[in-house]
């Protein structure tokens, strides 16, 4: 086979693929906004089951609603049939997965569902099958002839994993959206990796305490300039009687005042006024994004009242692999 025979092959796969997709874009509809609002009516949680490559699929399935606000986990039906049977609630919803919906493995699973009444939801592409009968809801994926698995032997599940896997992924941002769940839950569940990295918070990496950089608003730029060298941020903030920020003093600030007489004049005299700042719950992100657009390295963190709790440097942001 010639590399053009070869890469013919592989855009054929994904045209069929693309078209079954299309297909079942085209017969979303009342049944899918049941299985969102019964997902969303249970108290427990979304168990999800299915046998060879739907077991496979139904894990991802599984992973995707559990890290995005919805509960769930993936229950083996073989593993069901001997004792896990006993993860199943009857606060919880079994999404059962099935491409022929006539898996003899998922019989128990499906047996125990009626028997205790767990409201069940069937994936297939036979909506006349023993599993699509049985269920509460059936959410029908395109099958052959209309979407043919992408296989040349017509056999290997490809077209059909495809399409289930989709479908989970559509009913996971849904449940996102009907939950409203925010970016901050989201980095509750995604600690660790790239992905968390991103999704920290602005007070998670942010100077604190007495390693922020203050003084006086009348303070001798004598005694400023030891403080400024001390904390080694390469800015001041000044803040007033009250304790609210009311000026920065940054390296530049230093070099258009820079004068014999510059040790000796107070920092309200050196200080730019009304300063960027942020609030501590901003994701670093964002935070990045905004010292990006205005050109600074730093940048103070500020409660409600307007008194600092914190100073952001480009340098936290790169050190926590935000950046």
Do not use: W, Y
Not at 75 to 102: F, K, R
Not at 176 to 186: D, H, L, R, Y
Request: hydrophobic fraction near 45%; aromatic fraction near 2%; charge should be negative.
């Amino acid at each position: 086979m010639t590399p053009n025979e070869i890469i013919a092959h592989a855009k054929q796969v994904l045209e069929r693929e693309m078209s079954a997709m299309r297909l079942m874009q085209e017969e979303i509809g009342d049944s899918f906004v049941q299985a969102v609002s019964m997902m969303m009516a249970i108290k427990g949680r979304v168990i999800v089951s299915g046998m060879g490559k739907s077991g496979h699929i139904g894990q991802k399935i599984a992973a995707t609603l559990a890290s995005t606000g919805t509960p769930a986990f993936f229950v083996h039906p073989s593993e069901a049939s001997h004792g896990d049977l006993g993860m199943l609630t009857t606060d919880d919803l079994l999404l059962a997965i099935s491409n022929s919906g006539e898996s003899r493995e998922m019989g128990d699973i499906i047996s125990f569902s009626r028997r205790f009444r767990i409201p069940m939801i069937a994936i297939t592409s036979k909506p006349d099958s023993t599993m699509a009968k049985a269920a509460d809801l059936t959410l029908t994926i395109p099958g052959a002839p209309r979407a043919p698995e992408a296989c040349p032997l017509g056999l290997a599940p490809t077209t059909s994993t495809t399409l289930t896997l989709a479908l989970g992924d559509a009913l996971a941002v849904a449940l996102i959206e009907m939950k409203g769940f925010s970016a901050e839950q989201f980095h509750d569940r995604h600690p660790g990796g790239k992905l968390g990295n991103v999704l920290l918070k602005v007070s998670d990496v942010m100077a604190k305490g007495n390693d922020i950089p203050l003084v006086g608003e009348n303070m001798l730029m004598a005694d400023a300039l030891v403080v400024m060298t001390e904390k080694s941020l390469g800015c001041l903030g000044v803040i007033d009687a009250n304790g609210v920020l009311c000026g920065v003093i940054t390296d530049g600030d230093l070099r258009r005042h820079m004068a014999a007489d510059l040790i000796v004049r107070r920092t309200q005299d050196i200080m730019t006024r009304s300063p960027k700042t942020i609030a501590g719950d901003m994701l670093g992100a964002e935070a990045l994004g905004l010292m990006n657009h205005n050109k600074i390295t730093n940048i103070f963190v500020v409660d409600g009242d307007g008194r600092p709790r914190g100073l952001l440097h480009l340098h936290h942001l790169l050190n926590a692999g935000v950046a």
